[in-house]
């Protein structure tokens, strides 16, 4: 008995890396489609209101009020506090309860753009959104005007490559 309980012991200790993998490919994917979310919303926001990109000022003294204006401008598109919110981050701050007002904050960053018609759109690959911070170990994650998502790594390497 004692043999058996070692071994499931050991076999439990040399799977626990793999699961590990899983959980944090899980929550990548999730960071994933929030940005994919969230550049579905800002292209129906962007549809409505004249090919014009939101005007929402980022002052590092409000971020509150930075990330409730985001909130208010995509929520009629479908999007919730949760699509703002990266889960690594949010496990990572041990999952404080981002839906107070006082503790509103958001981990992708919209990009900013003039208020043309179109502006946003001049340049496929321009970054819509891009997340905070590497919650992931590949950079930042960033979702393009043309829909597509690259990471910071793959965004330097392509700036980088002779023209």
Known sequence: MMVVIVIIAILAVLTFPVFQWYRERAQKIACQENLKGLY???????????????????????????????????????????????????????????????????DYMGGVFADQPGSCRKWPKQPWFVERQDSHGTGNLIILADGSMIDLNQAQALGSQPQ
């Not at 506090?81 to 958001?106: A, D, M």
């Open 40 to 106: 579905v919303a800002a292209s129906a926001y962007v549809n409505a209101n004249g090919d014009k990109w939101p005007q929402i000022v980022f002052d590092t003294e409000k971020e509150a009020e930075y990330a409730d204006g985001w909130m208010e401008v995509l929520a009629p598109f479908g999007i919730g506090w949760s699509n703002f919110i990266c889960p690594v981050v949010q496990t990572g701050l041990k999952n404080p309860n981002y839906i107070e007002p006082s503790k509103h904050r958001i």
